[in-house]
């Protein structure tokens, strides 16, 4: 698979000759036990040393995947069972309007209990959203159920949620989620990319905010791993601090 990352290597020069450096994290959504596919993107992990937040769903986690989960995972709570409660029609969310935040918020603490009593202490207290939907009222109870984080999409507008909730976003997402379900076209990708970085450097964006990469290992084809290969490689080759959310900060 042949893609043209002169764009993304020249915006990558220019954060380096104006003294900049770009945090960034990878996520991972709706893990629930070992597959070939989690194989798969741990071996990615391992080779571009980039760590993974394994947003796991709760309810079905397998007690085979605390048992077998490499170390570059950093293990984070993916809702609790990953069940719309939004009428028809609405959009998909877990955790959306319409629904009493109290009864929300249980399921989230369910969600950080359940996660702790498999994976002890590499669990990291961050909130993920199932559709990346979450209303201001059970955002607003996160911290008072134990979490210190939450995560959706797109560039963040407030360092903090709220007080004690540190918003963590993702920014780039290669499925094409409304169409074949494959990869967006690549050079439309590295296209985004690149805007997104410029904003950061121009300031109309967040520049303490890790940029994002989201993927959903048990969907991915071929050509959409092959990109991820291939942009994790050339992302880390740019002025970049790798961040992960585990209680200590910054790698």
Request: proline share 7%; charged share 20%.
């Amino acid at each position: 698979m042949r893609i043209d990352w002169t764009p993304l290597r020249t915006e990558l020069a220019q954060w380096r000759a104006e003294g900049l450096e770009l945090p960034f994290w990878w996520r991972d959504d709706d893990a629930i036990a070992p597959t070939e596919a989690l194989d798969q993107l741990a071996s990615l992990s391992t080779t571009t040393e980039v760590p993974v937040h394994l947003a796991i769903i709760p309810k079905e986690a397998s007690e085979a995947l605390a048992r077998d989960l490499p170390e570059c995972f950093v293990p984070v709570v993916h809702g609790w069972a990953h069940v719309s409660h939004t009428p028809e029609g609405a959009k998909n969310a877990e955790f959306a309007a319409g629904r009493p935040a109290n009864a929300a918020l249980v399921d989230a603490s369910q969600g950080l209990g359940r996660l702790r009593a498999l994976f002890g202490d590499r669990v990291a207290p961050m909130f993920v959203p199932p559709w990346n939907r979450i209303v201001p009222d059970v955002v607003a109870g996160l911290a008072e159920v134990g979490f210190d984080a939450v995560s959706t999409y797109n560039p963040r507008t407030a360092t903090m949620a709220v007080p004690g909730v540190a918003q963590i976003n993702t920014h780039v997402d290669p499925i094409f989620w409304r169409g074949h379900g494959g990869l967006v076209d690549a050079e439309t990708l590295v296209s985004q990319i690149v805007s997104l970085l410029k904003d950061r450097r121009a300031g109309l964006t967040d520049n303490q905010e890790p940029l994002g990469y989201l993927t959903h290992h048990l969907v991915h084809d071929a050509v959409i791993w092959e990109f991820s290969r291939q942009f994790l490689q050339e992302i880390c080759d740019g002025p970049v601090r790798l961040y992960r959310h585990d209680g200590k900060g910054n790698l």
